[in-house]
């Protein structure tokens, strides 16, 4: 199951890229974590973890897999069952705007239920995500 969301930001992709990885200041920014935080000093990077608290899941611990330094990370999430990867990708524009792309994606044996029941949750949070990260860097 692939829930996306994407969104063009009037700031350049490092501006973008330092909001995205300031993770404990999400909850600041997206109504769909309401508590970050992380377990390391220290700027993001592959094999860091952070707990979000999420309304209406449980909470989770994130595992940065994938780190590309201003253009994308991956981090990981392992429940019984379902292994849910969150990707956040930015694609700098010719104009200095950046296209952010986001998306969640599950697998493993309870995937397809799981992305039945919470599908509309799940869409609903990337949609958000990828709204409050707009709103948050072009503020000014």
């Known amino acids: 199951m692939r829930f996306?969301?994407?969104?063009?930001?009037?700031?350049?992709?490092?501006?973008v890229w330092a909001v995205l990885v300031d993770v404990q200041r999400w909850p600041e920014w997206t109504a769909s974590v309401s508590r970050a935080e992380r377990a390391e000093p220290g700027p993001l990077a592959v094999g860091a973890t952070a707990r979000l608290t999420q309304p209406k899941l449980r909470p989770a611990v994130w595992r940065v897999t994938d780190l590309t330094e201003a253009r994308e990370f991956a981090w990981v999430s392992d429940t019984p069952g379902v292994r849910t990867r969150g990707e956040h990708r930015l694609l700098p524009l010719p104009d200095g705007r950046t296209r952010v792309e986001l998306a969640i994606v599950q697998s493993g044996p309870?995937?397809?239920?799981?992305?039945?029941?919470?599908?509309?949750?799940?869409?609903?949070?990337?949609?958000?995500?990828?709204?409050?990260?707009?709103?948050?860097?072009e503020q000014g």
């Open 4 to 15: 996306e969301a994407d969104t063009e930001i009037a700031a350049d992709a490092e501006q």
């Open 110 to 137: 309870l995937a397809v239920p799981i992305g039945w029941l919470y599908g509309g949750l799940l869409r609903r949070y990337v949609r958000l995500e990828a709204d409050g990260l707009k709103r948050r860097c």
